[in-house]
């Protein structure tokens, strides 16, 4: 079987505790659902980065203490909203840098360049679509020191060992003296937390069922989606935000591409995704832990998330 995906479902749905990865969640219809997350009220991540980033543009560049010109690397582009803010800063001042977006999707970096060429014509852009370390490895050639971004929180959705492997990563395909800002969603509230995860409308629901759609789609299975529910718990000790899919009744799924039917008991869960909650002692243990230094914690007013800029040592 050459087929990541259908391999990862054969796994995870044949496992004593079924799981599914979140990675999956991003197919053309997850991505607009996720859009639509971005959007809520309740999901206050987006807001409150995109505050750090348009409010404390130029403390986050005074304290790269970076020579010109240097590189701005960012993983995971998107459409590029998060970033605008800063970007803008730069060009408005005049500030000598290339800007390098890098997203698995062609689709997202052709709007992006779009978007960015009409809103900031003098920006200097550099797009590559592909793997980020092959990207990395090519970038940690250049003559000019980079800042890397990684925002938006998506550290939260790596369990713990593989949140410092991502992290040792990235460092090894740094230059001492190159920076990382690195987006946290911080604990706070339960409350908070609870709602941004489980919101009223449905929203998030529909974010994980789509799960079950896209391997509908792709791998010829018979998922009914009536037949299951979302369920999603904070933990508030951990700072786990743990995501579920839960059958509402005793039920069997033929999934063609594995060749297998798989059973569900009633009110079995599938373990979807974690959406980890840091505490800033937490960021600092991992920044320490993945050979990094943190330079500072740059918060929202309402002290909900941080985007922290460290420095590899
Ligand atoms: C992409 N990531 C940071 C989001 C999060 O908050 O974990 C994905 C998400 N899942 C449910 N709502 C949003």
Redesign the pocket.
């Known amino acids: 079987m050459t087929n990541n995906f259908a391999q990862d479902v054969l796994k995870g749905l044949t496992a004593k505790s079924k799981h599914l990865s ?1 990675k999956y969640f991003y197919d053309d219809n997850g991505s607009r659902i ?1 859009q639509e ?1 971005m959007n809520m009220p309740e ?1 206050y ?1 987006t807001d409150a980065e995109f505050e750090i980033l348009s409010m404390q543009s130029k403390q986050i560049i005074d304290a790269l203490q970076f020579s010109t010109p240097f590189n701005i690397v960012e993983l995971g582009a998107g459409d590029g909203f998060k970033t605008f803010k800063l970007l803008e800063y730069l060009v408005n001042n005049d500030v000598d840098f290339n800007y390098m977006p890098i997203d698995i999707s062609q689709e997202a970096i052709d709007i992006l360049v779009e978007r960015l060429g009409e809103r900031l014509p003098n920006l200097n852009i550099r797009p590559k679509v592909g793997d980020y370390f092959e990207i990395l490895k090519v970038n940690k050639q250049s003559d000019f020191p980079s800042l890397l971004l990684f925002l ?3 550290i ?2 790596y369990q713990s060992g593989k949140a410092r492997d991502l992290l040792n990563l990235f460092n090894d395909n740094m230059k001492i003296g190159d920076k990382l800002l690195i987006g946290f ?1 911080i604990k706070k509230n339960p409350i908070i937390i609870h709602n941004a ?1 489980y919101d009223e409308h449905g929203i ?1 629901k529909r ?1 994980n069922l789509n799960l079950l759609l896209r391997i509908n789609r792709e791998l010829g299975a018979d998922f009914k989606i009536d037949d299951f529910d979302f369920y999603c718990h904070y933990n508030p000790i951990t700072g786990d935000v743990k ?1 579920y899919i839960v059958s509402l009744r005793k039920q069997s799924v033929e999934i063609k591409a594995i060749n297998k039917t798989i059973e569900f008991d009633y009110n079995e869960l599938i373990w979807t ?1 974690l ?1 980890k909650k840091y505490s800033l002692d937490e960021i600092r243990n991992l920044a320490k832990a993945s050979n990094f230094q943190l330079i500072t914690n740059l918060l929202d007013c309402k002290h909900y998330f941080t985007d922290s800029l460290w420095e590899k040592i």
């Open positions: 979140s996720f997350i999901y991540l938006g929180g998506n939260g959705n969603d995860y998030t974010f995501s995704e959406s």
